[in-house]
């Protein structure tokens, strides 16, 4: 069984920074695909960024694309989410994610109960 729980979040000013971080327990934590998604409130649940077991490949929504990176550290079983420029569209619940499957923004088994980013104007 893999747990997922997410840290990082709070309260910045736009154009500001916040790095997000998952820790992941459970046993091997580098076979699984790793993504972050986001839920603002009166929307559904979208895709972030995903990065594969190794760290070798990446994939990010258009919307985040040249402002957010994802990367892993699979000693620590640690994934992270830095996110620059923040824009108050980007406020929401954001939500660690881990699959086996190979689809970038689909098909994730397990999830964390995320953590709330809020983005001041």
């Known amino acids: 069984q893999v747990q997922l729980v997410e840290s990082g979040g709070g309260l910045v000013q736009a154009g500001a920074s916040l790095r997000l971080s998952c820790t992941v327990s459970g046993r091997g934590f580098g076979n699984y695909r790793m993504g972050w998604f986001r839920q603002a409130p009166g929307d559904e649940r979208r895709f972030v960024a995903a990065?594969?077991?190794?760290?070798?490949?990446?994939f990010y929504s258009d919307s985040v694309k040249g402002r957010f990176t994802i990367s892993r550290d699979n000693r620590k079983n640690m994934v992270y989410l830095q996110m620059n420029s923040l824009d108050p569209e980007d406020a929401a619940v954001y939500y660690c994610?881990?699959?086996?499957?190979?689809?970038?923004?689909?098909?994730?088994?397990?999830w964390g109960r995320g953590t709330q980013v809020t983005v001041s104007s």
């Open positions: 990065i594969s077991g190794g760290g070798q490949d990446t």
């Open positions: 994610a881990a699959s086996t499957a190979s689809l970038w923004t689909t098909a994730y088994s397990y």
